[in-house]
C-alpha cells in the first residue's frame, strides 16, 4: 500500500500547492455544492413532514408534495387555515425552513469557506512570518523559515528567508569591516609607537651629547636627517593608511635596493632604540657579498616589520636582543631575524601568538613596561605579530615563531625580492 499512500500524498501536495485563486475557487465551488445538497435534502424533509400533516386534513390517500393543488394551496403558503393549532404550528415553521434554508446554508457555507480557507492556507505561514519578523525584530537571525508549498504564501515564506540570508551575509559584511577597520585602527596606533620612539632615541642622543660638545657637526646633521627621513616615512605612512580600509589593502611598493643600504637604515633604528631602552640590541655582520646584492623591495614594509618585531621583543627580553639579516640567493627571500634572551614562547602562545588581539599571559611582561609603552602611554594591543604576519604574506614570504635553542623567543620574517 506504500504507492497508495505516496499518491494520495503526492495529490495533498499538489492541492497545497495550488494558486489563492484556484484555492478559494475550488473552496467556494465545493462549499456551494454542499449547500444546494443540504438544501435540496433540507426542503424534501420539510415537505415529507408537511405532507404526512397534509394528509390528515386531505381525503385522497397521495402524498400533498406529490399531489398537492398548487393554484389553491399556493407553493410558499401565506395562511394555514383549517389546521388545527399544533399542526399550523408545525407547518409554518416547515415552511419558513423551506423557505430561508438555501440562504441559510449560502451564508454559513461562505463563513465556513473563509474559515476552512484560513485555517488550511494562511494560518501556517503568517505564523511561520510572524514568528521570523519577531526574530529579526529582536535582531536574531539564527532561525529556519520554510513553509512546505508552492502558493502565492509559500514564494512570500521564501523571499522572507531570502531576505534573511541576504541579512546574514550584509551583517557578516559589516561585522567583516568593523573588523578590519578595528584591525587598521589598532595597527596604526600600535605601529606609530616604535617610530616615534626612534625618533625619542635621536632627539635623547642630540640632548645628551650635543651641550657636552661631544658632537660633530657632520655627526648632529646625519643625525637630524635621519629624523627627518623617519617623520616622512611616519607622513607617507600616515597617508597610506588613510586610504585603506584594511591590512589587505596596503600596498607593496618594490624597488630596486642593495641589501646593505637596507641593513644601514636596521642599524639606525637599532642604533636609536639603544639610546633610550634598557636592553641592549646587538647587531650581527652581513657579509660584504650579501651588502651588495641587489633585491627588490619595499623599504618601508620590511622597517615597519623590523620596528614591530623589536617591540614585541624589548617587552620579554631580559637584557639582550640580536638582529640578523640574511639573504638566500637561490630563492631571493630576504630573512630578518629578531632574537632575545627572555623567557620565549609557551606551547600555547606558538599556536595563538600571530593571531590579532593576542596578548601573551607572562608574569615578566605584567612587571616590565617597556621604553616604547613609556614614551606612547599605550597598552599592548596584542596585534605586532599579526600585523608582521599580513605584512610578510604581501611581500611573497611569511612569518614564523619559534623557540631558540639557547632560550629565549626567536621571530623570523621573510620577503620575497625577486624581480616580479
Request: charged share 25%; net charge negative; proline share 2%.
Amino acid at each position: 500500500m506504500d504507492w497508495l499512500e505516496e499518491k494520495v500524498s503526492c495529490i495533498a501536495k499538489k492541492i497545497r500547492s495550488l494558486s489563492f485563486r484556484s484555492a478559494i475557487t475550488a473552496y467556494i465551488l465545493v462549499i456551494a455544492l454542499a449547500g444546494i445538497l443540504l438544501s435540496y435534502m433540507t426542503i424534501t424533509i420539510c415537505y415529507r413532514y408537511q405532507s404526512i400533516i397534509w394528509n390528515r386534513y386531505n381525503a385522497e390517500d397521495s402524498m400533498w408534495l406529490f399531489s398537492a393543488d398548487l393554484e389553491n394551496w399556493p407553493f410558499w403558503a401565506i395562511s394555514f387555515t383549517g389546521f388545527q393549532r399544533d399542526d399550523r404550528t408545525v407547518m409554518i415553521i416547515l415552511d419558513t425552513i423551506r423557505v430561508w434554508c438555501p440562504f441559510f446554508y449560502g451564508v454559513a457555507g461562505s463563513v465556513l469557506a473563509c474559515f476552512l480557507f484560513y485555517k488550511k492556507r494562511l494560518k501556517a505561514p503568517l505564523d511561520i512570518l510572524k514568528r521570523g519578523t519577531e526574530q529579526v525584530s529582536q535582531n536574531n537571525l539564527d532561525f529556519d523559515l520554510t513553509y512546505d508549498s508552492q502558493d502565492e504564501m509559500g514564494a512570500l515564506c521564501n523571499s522572507f528567508e531570502r531576505m534573511r540570508m541576504e541579512l546574514i551575509h550584509n551583517n557578516e559584511e559589516m561585522w567583516k569591516l568593523v573588523e578590519n577597520q578595528k584591525q587598521l585602527n589598532a595597527a596604526f596606533a600600535h605601529d606609530l609607537r616604535t617610530p616615534l620612539t626612534v625618533l625619542k632615541g635621536y632627539s635623547d642622543f642630540l640632548a645628551r651629547y650635543l651641550p657636552l660638545g661631544r658632537l660633530s657637526e657632520e655627526k648632529m646633521l646625519d643625525t637630524l636627517n635621519l629624523m627627518s627621513e623617519h617623520l616622512s616615512r611616519l607622513e607617507q605612512y600616515s597617508r597610506t593608511m588613510k586610504g585603506i580600509r584594511s591590512l589587505d589593502e596596503l600596498p607593496v611598493l618594490r624597488e630596486p635596493l642593495m641589501v646593505g643600504s637596507i641593513w644601514g637604515e636596521i642599524k639606525e633604528v637599532v642604533f636609536a632604540l639603544n639610546q633610550i631602552g634598557d636592553v641592549e640590541i646587538l647587531l650581527d655582520n652581513v657579509s660584504i657579498e650579501t651588502a651588495e646584492t641587489e633585491a627588490y623591495a619595499d623599504r618601508n614594509l620590511i622597517l615597519e616589520v623590523l620596528e614591530n618585531l623589536l617591540s614585541n621583543a624589548i617587552r620579554f627580553a631580559k637584557s639582550r636582543i640580536e638582529v640578523f639579516l640574511s639573504l638566500e640567493n637561490s630563492s631571493q627571500m630576504l630573512y630578518l631575524t629578531v632574537r632575545d634572551n627572555g623567557a620565549g614562547f609557551t606551547d600555547y602562545d606558538l599556536q595563538k601568538a600571530v593571531l590579532p588581539y593576542y596578548k601573551e599571559h607572562s608574569s615578566q611582561e605584567k612587571q616590565k613596561k617597556t621604553a616604547v609603552e613609556k614614551v606612547s602611554d599605550n597598552p599592548h594591543f596584542g596585534i605586532g605579530l599579526h600585523i608582521c604576519r599580513q605584512l610578510c604574506l604581501k611581500h611573497g614570504g611569511e612569518l614564523s615563531i619559534a623557540n631558540s635553542m639557547v632560550g629565549g623567543a626567536i621571530v623570523t620574517a621573510s620577503f620575497s625580492c625577486k624581480n616580479d
